[in-house]
T-cell receptor
Framework: GAVVSQHPSRVICKSGTSVKIECRSL??????MFWYRQFPKQSLMLMAT?????????EQGVEKDKFLINHASLTLSTLTVTSAHPEDSSFYIC????????????FGPGTRLLVL | SQKIEQNSEALNIQEGKTATLTCNYT??????LQWYRQDPGRGPVFLLL?????KEKRKERLKVTFDTTLKQSLFHITASQPADSATYLC???????????FGTGTSLTVIP
């Protein structure tokens, strides 16, 4: 199946710093990428939908100035958590969808963020 | 309101038995329904996709059914093994939407 990578897999940072997470589709072109957040023992919560070359669409309650998304190419989307606070600590997962396969999405391995 | 519910939070079964997981939805018109496996601290792994006009899909020991009248999908793992222990998520994509909506997940434990 298609492969999606995320980097870093784990990050610890101080409160007030910004953290960038990369999501790459390795063997296919992803016109759409999704960013999710997951709390322990809970399901995935969609944060935003990212389309290549256009602005991301954020879900209700997600601050776009706090969570900056850039989808600069068909294989790369980045999520930057700006001025991170302890409550931003979570598991962040991206997924990517192939242009021709509308019904399928592939997930990255996730990034564990801990803000001290 | 829109909801996607998976049968129980946790399911324990004996090795060798068939595990059946349920995904029920309300106020959605899904065009596609997917099942994923997620291990602790990892991203979900795609297992099976079924379209609204399909009744059943199989892949090795996995079987998915989709009943749009009952608004329900069943996910079966036959001859279950301890390695099948994980959380299983259903997700659906509507005809008009661009995003997947996820169920709450069911944690399956297969007891040796």
């Amino acid at each position: 199946g298609a492969v999606v990578s995320q980097h870093p897999s784990r990050v610890i940072c101080k409160s007030g710093t910004s953290v960038k997470i990369e999501c790459r589709s390795l063997d296919f072109q992803a016109t759409t990428m999704f960013w999710y957040r997951q709390f322990p023992k809970q399901s995935l919560m969609l944060m935003a939908t990212s389309n290549e070359g256009s602005k991301a669409t954020y879900e209700q309650g997600v601050e776009k100035d706090k969570f900056l998304i850039n989808h600069a190419s068909l294989t790369l989307s980045t999520l930057t958590v700006t001025s991170a606070h302890p409550e931003d600590s979570s598991f962040y997962i991206c997924s990517a969808r192939e242009a021709a396969l509308i019904g399928t999405q592939y997930f990255g391995p996730g990034t564990r963020l801990l803000v001290l | 309101s829109q909801k996607i519910e998976q049968n129980s939070e946790a399911l324990n079964i004996q090795e060798g038995k068939t595990a059946t997981l349920t995904c029920n939805y309300t106020n959605y018109s899904p065009a596609y329904l997917q099942w994923y496996r997620q291990d602790p601290g990892r991203g979900p792994v795609f297992l099976l996709l079924i379209r609204e006009n399909e009744k059943e899909k199989r892949k090795e020991r996995l079987k998915v059914t989709f009943d749009t009248t009952l608004k329900q999908s069943l996910f079966h793992i036959t001859a279950s093994q301890p390695a099948d222990s994980a959380t299983y998520l259903c997700a659906l994509l509507t005809r008009t939407g661009n995003q997947f909506y996820f169920g709450t997940g069911t944690s399956l434990t297969v007891i040796p």
